[in-house]
C-alpha cells in the first residue's frame, strides 16, 4: 500500500490502546493511529480502518469494516475471531510470535515442575500448622515431559526442559521436525502412546474445533498414575470433568491449570476443591506491549511494501 494506512488499536483495557498507539508512533512516525475501548467506539472507527490490530475485538464491527485489509492479533491466541463468518475471508488475519510471550511461560512450567518435584505444596501445608515433619522430596532431572503443541511456545518450553536436564518429547499435528526435542509424535493415533511415556504432561494446545476436549478420560486414563498435567494453552482441550475425575480417583497424580473452559472457573467447578489440583488465574503468558509491539510493526512494513505477512493464521486449522 503506497498511501498510509489507517491503523485502529482496540483494546477494552484500561490506557492499553493508547499505549499501543504511542509504541507505534515512536517506530513508525508517519502511521495513523486511532484507538478504541469499547464497542462503540471500535464501531465508529473501524469504517476508515485499513488495519486493525488488538484484541477483544466485538464481532459486530466486521460488518462495518468495508476498508479493512489486515487484522493483526496482539496474543497467540485467535479462537475468537479465526472462524467468525463476518471476516473477509481475502483479509489475512496474523497474530503475535508466540516467542515473544514464551520467556515466561517456559519459568510456569519450569516452575510447576520444580514445585511438584520439590514437593512445596507439602510444606505450604504443613507451616499453616506449624508442623515440622521432613519428607523425601523427588528430582526432575531425568524426567520424562511431554509437551502436546510443538509451535513457538511449545519449541521454548521444550529447550528449556533439555537445558534442565529433562527428557523433552514432543506431540503435534503435522510429522516434521522441532528443535528442542528428544522424542517427537504425530496424530491422533500417536497421542495416547505419547501421553503413556510422560511423568507430566505440559498443554500448549490452541483451542480449535480439532483439540476440543482432546484430554477426555481416555487419554487421560492412559497417563502414569503417577504423572501430573499441566496446561497452559487452552481450557477447551481437556474435559474437565474428566480431568476431575482422574484427579480425585488419584489416576494422575495432579494437574496444574492455568487455563479452563470457563474464565473466571466458576465456583462451582470440582477442580477447586481437589487439594492435586493448583489452580492459576490465566497468568502464565500474559500478552505485554512492550513486548509484543514489534511482531506487528516488523509486518506493517512488509505491509506498506506489498510483501506477504509473517505468522498468519491458516483459517481452516484455526490456529
Ligand atoms: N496461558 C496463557 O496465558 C497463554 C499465552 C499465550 C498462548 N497461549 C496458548 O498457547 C497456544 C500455542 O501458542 P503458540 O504460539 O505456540 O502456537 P503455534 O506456534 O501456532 O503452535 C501450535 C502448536 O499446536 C499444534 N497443534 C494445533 N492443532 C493441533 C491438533 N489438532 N493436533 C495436534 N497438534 C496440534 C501445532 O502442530 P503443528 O506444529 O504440527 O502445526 C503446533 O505445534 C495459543 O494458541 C494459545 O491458545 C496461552
Known amino acids: ?27 513508525v512516525p508517519d502511521a495513523q493511529v486511532c484507538i478504541s475501548r469499547t464497542e462503540c467506539e471500535a464501531q465508529m472507527a473501524i469504517k476508515q480502518a485499513d488495519i486493525l490490530v488488538g484484541w477483544f475485538f466485538p464481532p459486530s464491527i466486521f460488518k462495518m469494516a468495508n ?13 475468537d475471531i479465526a472462524f467468525l463468518p463476518d471476516i473477509d475471508p481475502g483479509v489475512p488475519i496474523t497474530r503475535t510470535d508466540g516467542s515473544l510471550i514464551a520467556p515466561r511461560m517456559v519459568e510456569y512450567v519450569i516452575g510447576a515442575i520444580f514445585a511438584i518435584t520439590q514437593r512445596f505444596h507439602l510444606a505450604w501445608r504443613q507451616q499453616t500448622e506449624r508442623r515440622w515433619e521432613p519428607y523425601e522430596v523427588g528430582l526432575a532431572r ?27 518429547s514432543g506431540w503435534r499435528r503435522r510429522r516434521a521436525t522441532s528443535p528442542g526435542f528428544d522424542a517427537l509424535y504425530a496424530g491422533g493415533e500417536e497421542l495416547e502412546a505419547f501421553v503413556a511415556s510422560c511423568d507430566f504432561v505440559v498443554i500448549v494446545l490452541p483451542a480449535t474445533p480439532h483439540t476440543r476436549r482432546l484430554f477426555g478420560a481416555r487419554v487421560l486414563g492412559k497417563m502414569k498414575p503417577t504423572a501430573w ?7 477447551s482441550v481437556v474435559d474437565e470433568a474428566a480431568l476431575a475425575a482422574a484427579v480425585a480417583s488419584r489416576s494422575i497424580a495432579g494437574a496444574v491449570l492455568d487455563v479452563f473452559e470457563e474464565e473466571p472457573l466458576p465456583a462451582s467447578s ?21 513486548d509484543v509491539v ?11 511494501r506489498g510483501r506477504p505477512l509473517e505468522r498468519a493464521v491458516d483459517r481452516t486449522f484455526g490456529y
Not at 520424562?144 to 523433552?168: E, F, K, P
Not at 470440582?270 to 512492550?290: A, C, F, K, M, Q
Not at 514489534?294 to 506498506?304: A, G, K, V, Y
Request: net charge positive.
Open 270 to 290: 470440582r477442580l477447586w476443591e481437589l487439594d492435586n489440583v493448583w489452580i492459576t488465574p490465566h497468568v502464565s503468558g500474559p500478552i505485554v506491549p512492550e
Open 142 to 168: 531425568g524426567k520424562t515431559v511431554g509437551v502436546a503443541g510443538v509451535g513457538d511456545i511449545g519449541s521454548a518450553i521444550g529447550s528449556a526442559l533439555q537445558a534442565n536436564g529433562m527428557h523433552a
Open 67 to 79: 476498508k479493512l485489509k489486515w487484522i493483526h492479533k496482539v496474543s497467540a491466541g485467535v479462537e
Open 1 to 27: 500500500m503506497r498511501t498510509t494506512p489507517n491503523i485502529l488499536v482496540h483494546s477494552p483495557r484500561e490506557g492499553e490502546a493508547e499505549r499501543y498507539r504511542q509504541l507505534i508512533s515512536a517506530r
Open 229 to 235: 498435567l499441566i496446561n497452559v494453552g487452552r481450557g
Open 294 to 304: 514489534s511482531c506487528f510493526i516488523d509486518n506493517l512494513q512488509r505491509f506498506r
